[in-house]
């Protein structure tokens, strides 16, 4: 089994809004001494909400990283001491309108785990009712309706290209399979 290395200094290099910029010196357990660049981040959520026709509703937003705008599932940044269920139903009213009721929780991912603490939760939401909260300001999100039966295609053809979008459908559609 791989053993934890020893964390003998952390050393902060940027501390922002969204993310902070760490840089740890481990010591391994073979002695060799090593630097890694950590970028901490908040945990988040992720829903693959699905409506009574099994359409799915997904996003469509500007990612300014990947200069172009993305087809993702609807997700957020758990506030503070938010729960991962409060998050995915806040999250649910303001990026599609809705809220569930039934919503289930999947399990969870690391997003990239070679530099990142980020942590996100995976949330089947049916039962879908209208109830809207206002839109972050920061965000221009425009809601399509997929028909389930497309998201295998639309992920080949290379539509769908956002990792966590793809990781959480893939989660999902077992369960419809």
Not at 1 to 12: F, G
Not at 47 to 67: C, F, H, S, T
Not at 104 to 120: I, K, N, Q, S, V
Request: hydrophobic share 40%; with cysteine; proline share 5%.
């Amino acid at each position: 089994m791989t053993q934890k290395p020893e964390l003998t200094n952390r050393k902060s290099i940027y501390d922002g809004q969204i993310i902070n910029v760490k840089v740890d010196m481990l010591s391994l357990p073979n002695g060799h001494k090593v630097e890694r660049e950590l970028v901490q981040k908040s945990n988040a959520v992720v829903m693959v909400p699905i409506d009574n026709n099994d359409n799915v509703l997904l996003v469509r937003q500007w990612r300014q990283p990947a200069d172009q705008a993305l087809l993702e599932a609807p997700a957020g940044t758990i506030d503070g001491d938010e729960s991962a269920d409060d998050c995915a139903q806040r999250e649910l009213q303001e990026e599609i309108g809705y809220a569930s009721r039934n919503l289930r929780a999947l399990g969870g991912f690391w997003t990239t785990p070679g530099f990142c603490d980020e942590f996100m939760f995976v949330y089947l939401a049916r039962d879908l009712v209208e109830s809207k909260l206002p839109e972050d300001l920061d965000e221009d999100i425009q809601v399509e309706h997929i028909p389930l039966s497309r998201i295998p295609q639309l992920i080949r053809l290379g539509e769908i290209i956002d990792a966590k979008t793809i990781a959480a459908l893939l989660m999902s559609i077992h369960l419809y399979s």
